[in-house]
């Protein structure tokens, strides 16, 4: 079975890090884009990022660009997001997804559980 | 920044149906394929319909995807009361390389 296991969340202060592993099993980690989304309390889907199944292309939202760096191990079969100068806009749960396990077309087929991430002095 | 626009809540009685539109006011959805996700309360978002009107295995066919243009819309039929969730779409916007999700619908069951 398909899995996807965050971690890594927790109490953070403004301007701290972070950074949030995605364990993979159940599937051939390397030959899937992956991404993360992150949702605020009480509040709608945003995606973060993604990145490419080799790990050789990347896209981040506006919000995150230059603070945060999504990377992946593929011979650990574990996702990253670093996630740096963290402002309360941030506090959020961080989802880790599987991108085209359906079709070479869709995105964000499989989410794992989540982690929080709260960002708070 | 999200460019996707649905209701915020849509409501009806088990046994019937609601649909639930997401439109924008540029070429994004006319030019890419649509998702949608469901949000059951407490939980992770789980993928309903992918590639416009394509559903994965397990989700039954009570669910459906179409799209018109600049515009998608979700079916569910047969209406229950664990549908009661919180209802996304999204899409692949290629002109910001980017992917935005719509503002999200809440689905009551009178």
């Known amino acids: 079975d398909v899995q996807l296991l965050e971690s890594g969340g927790g109490l953070v202060q403004p301007g701290g890090s972070l950074r949030l592993p995605c364990a993979a099993s159940g599937f051939t980690f390397s030959s899937y884009a992956m991404s993360w989304v992150r949702q605020a309390p009480g509040k709608g889907l945003e995606w973060v990022s993604t990145i490419s199944g080799a790990g050789g292309t990347t896209y981040y939202a506006e919000s995150v660009k230059g603070r945060f760096t999504i990377s992946r191990d593929n011979s650990k079969n574990t996702l990253y997001l670093q996630m740096n100068r963290l402002r309360a806009e941030d506090t959020a749960v961080y989802y880790c997804?599987?991108?085209?396990?359906?079709?070479?077309?869709?995105?964000?087929?499989?989410w794992g559980q989540g982690t929080l991430v709260t960002v708070s002095s | 920044q999200s460019v996707l626009t649905q209701p915020p809540s849509v409501s009806a009685a088990p046994g019937q149906k609601v649909t639930i539109s997401c439109s924008e006011s540029s070429s994004n959805i006319g030019n890419s394929f649509v998702s949608w996700y469901q949000q059951l309360p407490g939980t992770a978002p789980k993928l309903l319909i992918y590639?416009?009107?394509k559903r994965p295995s397990g989700i039954p066919d009570r669910f459906s995807g179409s799209k018109s243009g600049t515009s998608a819309t979700l079916g569910i039929t047969g209406l229950q009361t664990g549908d009661e969730a919180d209802y996304y779409c999204?899409?692949?916007?290629?002109?910001?390389?980017?992917?935005?999700f719509g503002t999200g619908t809440k689905v009551t069951v009178l």
């Open positions: 590639d416009n009107n």
């Open positions: 999204g899409t692949w916007d290629s002109r910001l390389s980017a992917y935005v």
């Open positions: 997804a599987i991108d085209g396990l359906y079709s070479s077309t869709s995105l964000l087929n499989y």
